[in-house]
């Protein structure tokens, strides 16, 4: 089992950045792929990126494509997810998450995640 705390994240104006944290403890961190979920105000949970066990592989949705970027440190057992270039339209809790399985490819479905972070409000000011 592996416990997910998250950090970061904040008010920012349009245009500015954030940086969020993803530190895992419990065993297996390493061997699994991990994603990032959002949440905006009345709207469903959504994909955001993904990250392969090794940080080899990432994929982004194209809303936050040249914008985001998620990487992990394995030595620190932790995930990230840099947020460049910030709109109003990104205001959302945001989710760190573990896939299920080890795999290859990269899933953006939630159900595909059980692990999961409790959750870090950004806010976007236009």
Same mark, same amino acid.
């Given at each position: 089992?592996?416990? =997910?705390?998250? %950090?970061?994240?904040? =008010?920012? &104006?349009?245009?500015? +950045?954030?940086? =969020?944290?993803?530190?895992? +403890?419990?065993?297996?961190?390493? !061997?699994?792929?991990?994603?990032?979920?959002? &949440?905006?105000?009345?709207? #469903?949970?959504?994909?955001?990126?993904?990250? $392969?066990?090794?940080?080899?592989? @990432?994929?982004?949705?194209? $809303? /936050?494509?040249?914008?985001?970027?998620? +990487?992990?440190? !394995?030595?620190?057992?932790?995930?990230? =997810?840099?947020? !460049? %270039?910030?709109?109003? #339209?990104? @205001?959302? /809790?945001?989710?760190?998450?573990?896939?299920?399985?080890?795999?290859? @490819?990269?899933?953006?479905?939630? +159900?595909?995640?059980?692990?999961?972070?409790?959750? @870090?409000?950004?806010?976007? $000011?236009?």
């Amino acid at each position: 089992q592996v416990q =997910l705390v998250q %950090s970061g994240g904040g =008010l920012v &104006q349009a245009g500015g +950045s954030l940086r =969020l944290s993803c530190t895992a +403890s419990g065993r297996g961190f390493n !061997n699994y792929p991990m994603g990032w979920f959002r &949440q905006g105000p009345g709207k #469903e949970r959504e994909f955001v990126a993904a990250i $392969s066990w090794d940080g080899g592989s @990432t994929y982004y949705a194209d $809303s /936050v494509k040249g914008r985001f970027t998620i +990487s992990r440190d !394995n030595a620190k057992y932790t995930v990230y =997810l840099q947020m !460049n %270039s910030l709109k109003p #339209e990104d @205001t959302a /809790v945001y989710y760190c998450a573990a896939d299920k399985i080890w795999r290859r @490819t990269l899933v953006t479905a939630d +159900s595909e995640y059980d692990n999961w972070g409790q959750g @870090t409000q950004v806010t976007v $000011s236009s």
